[in-house]
């Protein structure tokens, strides 16, 4: 299989060439790396550049360095444009592989001929109580239903098993080209935290929810920049405003209306207890605000190709 590392960036330099660094040290290297570089100046280009030497041989570089690129889901388009491999992982420009990620990624297609999307799991991400997951798994119900709570952070407990889910982590995925074909993603309903769920989401429709997967054999580190990354009240309005999003896209599935009304009935309970906890009432109004830009946005249309 041909495969491509497609990896989005803006101004977290020493982030990325530490990524790249883990890539550099992979049992199986891609046939191509991608970088959608957004940052306002090209320096980590020549950093990157120079690592490659290397490696030319074996794994092409393609550094697309453009400010005009507004966001994530833009660049994650721009690299899907850019390559025709069988199989193309992306990554975010803030973690460390395992060495052998690739290559327990590419096993998996292989393994799994009708598998159409997967993605890794977070190695040691930060501890979640038994309360927080039966909370979580109470309120995401339906639509919202989300195996990753619970499988993050302890893949040794799965011992390399893939677990289904439609719901895929964007920065830890890969898919079969043949997906790209079908289904695009959404750059103009201003998805950011939800865009990995709403696109693999919708590739399930069209390829069936039993070929959507968690590989627990790729593991990786996330670094968690602190660059670019909102403040509480704003993740909060903007998390609340995606997940409304989300619920008018699929608003024709079954239950989904209680789905929605019964997640947002939790939201608001996690809004109250962090506005208490952080003696700050901003977040909760934030997150109520959130809910009514999303009521009130107006669902562009976006015509997939299946």
């Given amino acids: 299989m041909r495969v491509s590392a497609v990896i989005p960036t803006k101004n977290r330099p020493y982030d990325l060439v530490k990524a790249v660094d883990s890539i550099l040290q992979q049992t199986r290297l891609p046939d191509e790396l991608i970088i959608v570089d957004q940052s306002e100046d090209n320096s980590t280009k020549r950093e990157v550049e120079q690592r490659w030497v290397f490696v030319l041989s074996q794994c092409e570089l393609k550094y697309i360095h453009d400010t005009t690129i507004t966001g994530l889901v833009e660049a994650k388009s721009k690299g899907v444009a850019e390559t025709n491999a069988d199989i193309i992982i992306f990554l975010e420009d803030d973690v460390v592989l395992q060495s052998d990620y690739i290559h327990e990624m590419e096993l998996g297609f292989k393994r799994y001929p009708h598998m159409a999307g997967c993605c890794g799991v977070v190695k040691a991400a930060p501890r979640q109580s038994y309360f927080y997951r039966l909370i979580f798994n109470l309120f995401h119900r339906g639509i919202f239903a989300d195996p990753r709570v619970g499988i993050h952070g302890h893949p040794s407990m799965f011992d390399g098993r893939i677990i289904p889910s439609t719901h895929l982590s964007g920065g830890l995925s890969a898919y079969r080209s043949e997906v790209f074909q079908k289904v695009r993603f959404d750059t103009v309903n201003g998805f950011f935290m939800l865009e990995d769920i709403?696109?693999?989401?919708?590739?399930?429709?069209?390829?069936?929810?039993?070929?959507?997967?968690?590989?627990t054999g790729a593991m990786l580190e996330h670094a968690m920049s602190p660059v670019n990354r909102a403040v509480l009240g704003k993740k909060y309005e903007r998390k609340l405003m995606e997940y409304t999003l989300f619920y008018k896209k699929n608003s024709d599935q079954p239950m989904a209306l209680l789905n929605y009304i019964w997640l947002m009935i939790g939201l608001i309970l996690e809004l109250g207890y962090e506005s208490i906890r952080s003696i700050n009432l901003d977040i909760f109004w934030s997150g109520l605000r959130g809910i009514v830009n999303g009521i009130r946005w107006r669902i562009k249309p976006l015509v997939d190709r299946h």
């Fill in 198 to 215: 709403d696109f693999s989401t919708r590739a399930a429709h069209v390829f069936g929810s039993h070929a959507f997967y968690i590989n």
